[in-house]
């Protein structure tokens, strides 16, 4: 145990943490474009059309993964910034502002795909459904909370603030998710169950859809870390360790 | 409209691959950029924590 939060406030000091962000993104990244790219190539070239929708399903294996992701990186993002604003861990601080544009990237990417999607389907880019109406709330959340980040100029009231906004807008999460129950929804219900293992699509489909999954979890990480790094970099320009960094970069 | 799925299909997955790069080229330049400026903020003569030629 003693190890371990050893680890924790060597890896939470500035210097260690750009050491260990550096060491660790590059794999982070690699494994998320290989993953991406497997799992795109089995749900584009792979896996048979759906005998309703046509070819055009094939868009759920960017766009489930990356709303599975947006959903996943808020309640991140809420953890980190409550571990923050009550211990007031600045490591923290800094990795909830990096969740936020990673955050919003993934929520873009689900609005644009399922609007996409919605088109040759529904026969509509937009509707305001519930579903759909709430995933556009959390985008704008994950704006709210860049933007109050980059509005105030001290840093840490500026991260503070960010955290609180993030705090407050995990309650969003669920109405995302829930949506489809609680309301009458254009949007499909739920297809895949992880916990009761009775998913209604088969395996042979199914499988690339684990993969891109996986590899937006991934990604995630390899944004967060990249984010953090330069986050962390900003705080500390001034720093000895900071100037030696940028003297060893020429 | 079933003829214009491979469009819908591309234009998705097209419009995925740009955020996701996007996503992970900007945040590089910035860090580039910021190591940039402590270098030039270094070199300059009124810096009194310069180090010595």
New interface residues.
């Given amino acids: 145990m003693n190890a371990l939060l050893l680890w924790f406030h060597r890896t939470g000091s500035p210097p260690h943490f750009d050491r260990f962000t550096a060491r660790w993104m590059p794999w982070c990244f690699g494994l998320a474009i290989a993953l991406l790219l497997i799992g795109t190539w089995g749900g584009l070239f792979m896996v048979p059309a759906d005998y309703k929708q046509g070819e055009v399903f094939r868009i759920l294996y960017i766009h489930v993964p990356a709303a599975w992701s947006a959903m996943f990186i808020f309640v991140a993002m809420a953890v980190q910034a409550f571990i923050a604003l009550v211990w007031r861990i600045k490591a923290c601080e800094t990795l909830a502002v990096a969740s936020a544009p990673v955050g919003a990237m993934f929520a873009a990417i689900t609005l644009i795909t399922g609007s996409i999607w919605g088109r040759p389907t529904w026969g509509t880019w937009w509707e305001w459904d519930p579903r759909l109406t709430s995933m556009l709330v959390m985008f704008f959340l994950y704006l709210g909370v860049i933007a109050l980040h980059n509005a105030i100029e001290d840093r840490r009231a500026a991260a503070r603030a960010a955290c609180f906004l993030a705090l407050v807008g995990v309650v969003n999460v669920p109405i995302v998710h829930f949506s489809v129950h609680w309301w009458n929804s254009l949007h499909q219900g739920e297809t895949i169950q992880i916990l009761s293992a009775e998913s209604r699509m088969h395996y042979s489909m199914l499988w690339p859809l684990l993969l891109t999954t996986l590899a937006t979890k991934f990604w995630y990480l390899g944004s967060l870390l990249q984010r953090a790094r330069v986050l962390n970099l900003e705080n500390e320009s001034a720093q000895p360790w900071a100037r030696a960094l940028a003297a060893g970069s020429r | 409209?079933?003829h214009?799925?491979?469009w819908?299909?591309a234009?998705?997955?097209g419009?995925?691959a740009v955020?996701?790069v996007?996503?992970?080229v900007l945040?590089?330049i910035?860090?580039?950029s910021?190591?940039?400026?402590?270098?030039l903020r270094?070199r300059r003569p009124s810096n009194p924590e310069r180090p010595a030629p």
């Fill in positions: 409209m079933e214009l799925h491979p819908f299909i234009a998705a997955f419009v995925s955020l996701l996007a996503d992970a945040p590089r910035k860090f580039q910021i190591l940039r400026g402590i270098l270094d």
